[in-house]
């Protein structure tokens, strides 16, 4: 004879709202973590952060000039 069809059931995954401690292994040596990322590539993060922080300077810098020339 045939195959006969096999109904299939789906698995659902719930997590428990008063026991949720699938995001603890995130939290977890987070300040570690970070100097790690940071130290693997410190060039990117100043390739990142040296224009941003020369622009945000600049333009305050230039704000104070014209606030300081139209004061009288």
Known sequence: MGKQPVKM?????????FQQ????GLWKDLP???THKVSENWISATLLLAPLVG???YVQNFKEKEKL???Y
């Open 55 to 57: 622009t945000y300077s």
């Open 32 to 34: 570690s973590k970070i």
């Open 9 to 17: 059931r789906a698995v659902v995954y719930a997590l428990s709202p």
């Open 21 to 24: 401690k699938i995001m603890s």
């Open 69 to 71: 020339e139209h004061r």
